[in-house]
């Protein structure tokens, strides 16, 4: 899939920048380079793995090979998501997982990434401890652990996958849960607007998600009748784990298509693709496919750069995406053991990767740019939208290019 620059358009910003001396005066034909420096598009991946290498957990030879592999992932990506899946966060009550999260989310923060908590209600990993409780007091107890996540960790934490796969909640009949239970209680609407209403309230400015697997039309009407309800869904979730197949660039644009027309952000927040074979199409649950060795090969990683190309230039060719995760960066510790990684278990790279920092870096990059200021000290200025260094002679400065066309002031 070819993507012409006209396509992007809405990917780039154009910015006039005056730059003037401390004495008020314009510093006239004086040569500036501009570089880009961080995508304002997120770029993420699943990094569960920074918890036991930020609190310092591993052994020496697990924690050099960990952090070899974190070198490649920040050289990738801008983004991460964080697992507070609530039975492995507190899996006793009134114990959580709290200090171990943080540490992780401050050390990767501290690297320039931002950091979204997957999920905050979820019927599945929840805490196994809520079958002992009525469902009012479950519910209480589901609002105030989002109160304590998202209020603790404001600051570090400041995009949230408030609820997940409430489609299939109320009905989910594999186990018994205590969220089921409520969902089946309550109906999925009124949980969904208890949820997001608390965690509003915990952090106004925060970003929150509604995220499902089911792209059919009872998502649509589900996010509809969340919206005519008032629920304040700030992007609306989009999970894609094609262990089964690539979904195709025209279902792609289908899926696309349909939710967009609500007029919120889309956030792809689940992506997979394999370097191996694929899993049996008459498996209807992903997670009941298990087998001991699961390997990827040479041509299915060839046939799996080719697909994160096509899928990657379709999404971020639509300016309702936002965002794409990737689920899993290396094979090792993958979901369900599936080589769905950019990365082989020994850390080399596969082919995906590379395509894939040749998109994030090269071909969506602004590069160095030399420009020369007028007589009154401007020049203009059209990259993608992110975060630039201006260098003058010795000195850099940094400035936000966005789709604002107000002309920046700098002072230098």
Known sequence: MNVSSNELRHRKGTKAIRL????????????????????????????????????????????????????????????????????????????????????????????????????????????PWLLDMSNEEILKAQLNRIKREVSGFKGLVDIWDVINEVVIMPIFDKYDNGITRICKELGRIHLVKEVFNEAKKANPEAVLLINDFNTSISYEILIEGCLEAGIPIDAIGIQSHMHQGYWGVEKTLEVLERFSHFNIPLHFTENTLLSGHLMPPEIEDLNDYQIKEWPSTPDDEERQAMEVIKHYKTLFSHPMVESITWWNFCDENAWLGAPAGLLRRDNSCKPSYYELKKLIKKEWWTHPTRLVTNNTGEFEFTGFLGEYELAIDNIKLHFNLDKNSTLIEITV
């Open 20 to 127: 003037m001396t401390k004495d008020g005066f314009p510093i006239k034909n004086k040569e500036v380079t501009v570089s880009q420096t961080k995508h304002k598009f997120l770029f993420g991946c699943a990094e569960f793995d920074s918890v036991p290498l930020a609190n310092g957990e591993l052994e020496e030879k697990e924690r050099i090979k960990a952090e070899e592999r974190f070198e490649k992932f920040f050289e990738l990506f801008n983004y991460a998501t964080l697992p507070f899946y609530w039975g492995r966060f507190e899996p006793k009550k009134g114990k959580p997982d709290t200090e171990r999260l943080k540490k992780a989310s401050e050390w990767l923060v501290s690297r320039g990434l931002l950091i979204k908590g997957h999920p905050l209600c979820w019927h599945t990993v929840t805490a």
